[in-house]
């Protein structure tokens, strides 16, 4: 699922991730761990690197029941992916 963010200000967000270094599990991992500790409907801009991650961690996230914002291909050769953490079950 391709959605591209449609300004600069779009990559506004309420906490970042550089996981460009990590690979497969722990890329989602991590990701995973960061948005445990956001408070519901916050944003988390990652930046990752790679195919397997490209794919693996907004599809992750959104069987986790997140909303994927936005995600797209930089010039570096990294990928940007914005989410929601989704709201917790009451």
Known sequence: MEVDFAAPQDFVADSSLDITAETCPMTFVRTRLMLDRMADGQTLLVRLRGEEPRGNVP????????????????????????????????
Do not use: C, I, S
């Not at 029941?65 to 989704?86: S, W």
């Open 59 to 90: 599809r992750t996230a959104l069987e986790q029941g997140h909303a994927l914002l936005g995600q797209r291909d930089e010039p570096d050769g990294t990928t940007l992916v914005l989410l929601r953490k989704a709201a917790r079950a009451r």
